[in-house]
């Protein structure tokens, strides 16, 4: 069975949110729809949720939380700059003026030294302070561009006093656990403390299992990551803010290193930002993204992410197909190339037996894996191995094929009975006769049982035996 195994997250807007282009969108190869509340309320968020699930109940939502950031705020009209040219930057909204940029933190003006440099967009446009005012910082511009409202301010060198969350990502945090969201990605996550932060609230609502995702995006995230992931369940290397906090040369280094963190750790992981940028406007991506899509297959990461190429881009089918095509021919002559070698450090029985389970599927040349009823702490032990056989998970509810979204080769689906059979007869077509199955399954005191390989026969699973 030859099915993509990595993982393919699609941002979605608002006023992007049509059945019918969400639909085109998940038939394209979309697996989790990823939702930025950074421009949207709570109503206009509910709606896109009611959308979805009009379309699939088993499709994953992500949900972003804004983190500790800053943004441009009350520009009712984009406002040219040329290089040489001043604007001023204030937390204050009472001192307005020509060329005066609002920005979302108030004390933004009163932190930021002279000579220090503001990057406006993920480094589009760099400024440089020459003047601490009474109400605002004086900058020079060095190139030009295009003043926005709602672009992100980015400060390499300096540690903004911002808290975790604002009050906006508490109301979301809320919001996740009351709709039942599947994952939480937080941007800008610096340490623990971001997590256990986000933990205390979800905490409250004991029927929500809350998944989260840290968002990597300064120096002081990369330095702790090993210590974050010890307390969320995966993270996303989020290379538009983290290449304007870091210098670019290093952004090649902290990616691989982030996602090797992640496969020892045994955690979801997610690469993102510019991925395939030239096709917001192109219908072909340059070569360079290509080979990005590509590398990171290799790197280990599970799964990469679209943001302007679906949210608002000119072609978001064509982006999702090539992502995909490109992930799936990797995968496939993975072997053939230097790949990552890092897998998970867990020392559990459970990680174990997922590692015995992948030889044992790789011993028989088993075309596929059937895990039938097995707890998702195991399926996900069995995605972190990176597996080359696909795994088919049995899921006996929508929750949990939705979780298996991230997961890097599992296939979650919705079965009535948990056995072989039922599975079988879903995905008969994509296997051919006497293909070689491996089935695994839950027995009833919560341990996994491994069984002989059965051969599809006739689309039919033949009757196996248990191994010991």
């Excluded at 939702?35 to 009009?54: C, L, M, W």
Aim: proline share 5%.
């Amino acid at each position: 069975m030859k099915e993509r195994k990595s993982k393919i997250l699609a941002k979605i807007a608002d006023n992007r949110s049509e059945p019918e282009f969400l639909k085109s969108l998940f038939d394209a190869g979309a697996d989790v729809a990823w939702i930025n509340t950074a421009h949207q309320g709570e109503e206009e968020t509910i709606n896109v949720i009611q959308k979805i699930r009009s379309i699939s109940m088993t499709m994953p939502i992500m949900i972003d939380t804004k983190g500790p950031e800053v943004r441009t705020k009350d520009i009712e009209k984009p406002f040219e700059v040329k290089k040489g040219d001043h604007i001023i930057f204030t937390g204050d909204v009472s001192y307005t003026g020509q060329n005066v940029v609002h920005v979302t933190y108030p004390n933004f003006h009163k932190e930021i030294p002279v000579g220090e440099v503001i990057l406006y967009d993920d480094a589009l446009i760099e400024t440089i302070v020459v003047e601490k005012m009474p109400k605002g910082i004086k900058c020079v511009v060095n190139n030009p561009g295009l003043i926005k409202n709602k672009k992100s301010l980015n400060i390499p060198n300096v540690h903004i006093d911002l808290p975790a969350l604002s009050e906006k990502d508490k109301g979301f945090i809320h919001f996740c656990a009351k709709n039942n969201v599947d994952f939480i990605i937080h941007s800008f996550v610096r340490n623990k403390q971001d997590i256990f932060d986000i933990k205390k609230i979800t905490d409250k609502y004991p029927n929500y299992d809350a998944k989260i995702i840290a968002k990597i995006e300064n120096r002081e995230g990369f330095d702790n990551v090993k210590d974050i992931l010890k307390h969320c369940d995966g993270l996303m290397v989020a290379r538009g803010d983290l290449g304007a906090e870091v210098p670019l040369e290093e952004l090649p280094y902290m990616q691989k290193k982030m996602v090797e963190a992640s496969l020892e750790a045994g955690k979801y992981c997610i690469v993102a930002t510019q991925v395939l940028e030239s096709m917001i406007k192109n219908p072909r991506p340059t070569r360079a993204e290509v080979s990005d899509i590509g590398n990171a297959v290799l790197d280990g990461s599970g799964a990469m992410s679209m943001s302007g190429e679906t949210a608002y881009g000119e072609y978001p089918i064509e982006a999702t197909t090539i992502m995909g095509r490109v992930m799936k021919y990797t995968e496939n002559v993975r072997d053939e190339l230097v790949h990552f070698s890092a897998e998970p450090k867990n020392p559990s029985k459970l990680f174990k037996l997922a590692k015995d389970t992948i030889a044992k599927a790789e011993k028989a040349k088993a075309a596929a894996i059937f895990a039938v009823d097995c707890d998702i702490s195991f399926l996900r032990a069995l995605s972190a191995y990176r597996p080359s056989v696909m795994v088919i998970a049995g899921c006996t509810s929508d929750a949990d094929v939705r979780e298996l979204g991230l997961a890097y080769g599992i296939k979650g689906l919705l079965i009535a009975e948990a056995d072989a059979a039922n599975l079988a007869s879903q995905v008969k077509n994509h296997f051919k006769p006497k293909d070689a199955i491996l089935v695994v399954q839950m027995t009833s005191k919560g341990l996994v049982r491994v069984v002989k390989p059965f051969q599809m026969i006739a689309s039919k699973p033949t009757k196996a035996k248990q191994t010991a």
